[in-house]
């Protein structure tokens, strides 16, 4: 254990060779290294590691082809917005029940339907001639 208290100091003053470095790396991936003296270590270590991958990701350019694939994606994304947008704005406008009767507008739903469900019967009963029917609703 003295060697490995030698490691964890040496990696924080920053004079560890590469090799001492994957050893200490090593011992606290193992069975032995997950006791919780060690989880400050093993924090901090997992931090510049995590923040080593992340500049190095960033200092690389995207090939050519790589930037083609993002801005696809990124308008097929924009033009998915605007198609949901677009189809939420027209399902509300074309939710809303209006009906004329005697010249007046009536836009309670219940009413509405409760108009259309009449209708629609008498039209299907065989009591009606649909002719009258069309002639009655739309007029000569």
Same mark, same amino acid.
């Given at each position: 254990? =003295? $060697?490995?208290?030698?490691? !964890?100091?040496?990696?924080?003053?920053?004079?560890?060779?590469?090799?001492?470095?994957?050893? #200490?790396?090593?011992?606290?991936? &193992?069975?032995?290294?997950?006791?919780?003296?060690?989880?400050?270590? %093993?924090?901090?270590?997992?931090?510049?590691?995590?923040?080593?991958?992340?500049? *190095?990701?960033?200092?690389?350019? #995207?090939?050519?082809?790589?930037? $083609?694939?993002? %801005?696809? !994606?990124? /308008?097929? /994304?924009? &033009?998915?917005? !605007?198609?949901?947008? #677009?189809? *939420?704005?027209?399902?509300?406008?074309?939710?809303?029940?209006?009906?004329?009767?005697?010249? =007046?507008? *009536?836009?309670?739903?219940?009413?509405?339907?409760?108009?259309?469900?009449?209708?629609?019967?008498?039209?299907? &009963?065989? %009591?009606?001639?649909?002719?009258?029917? #069309?002639?009655? *609703?739309?007029?000569?």
């Amino acid at each position: 254990m =003295k $060697k490995i208290d030698e490691l !964890i100091e040496g990696y924080f003053e920053g004079t560890l060779s590469q090799d001492e470095e994957t050893a #200490l790396k090593v011992f606290l991936a &193992s069975e032995e290294g997950q006791g919780p003296e060690y989880d400050e270590v %093993r924090a901090v270590m997992g931090y510049f590691a995590a923040g080593r991958s992340v500049e *190095i990701l960033r200092s690389r350019p #995207l090939p050519q082809n790589d930037r $083609k694939m993002w %801005r696809r !994606i990124l /308008a097929i /994304a924009a &033009s998915m917005a !605007i198609i949901i947008t #677009l189809g *939420i704005n027209i399902f509300n406008q074309n939710n809303i029940c209006v009906s004329f009767v005697g010249g =007046k507008k *009536i836009t309670d739903r219940e009413v509405v339907m409760n108009d259309v469900d009449n209708i629609l019967a008498d039209l299907l &009963s065989d %009591r009606v001639d649909m002719e009258e029917q #069309l002639e009655s *609703i739309f007029g000569e």
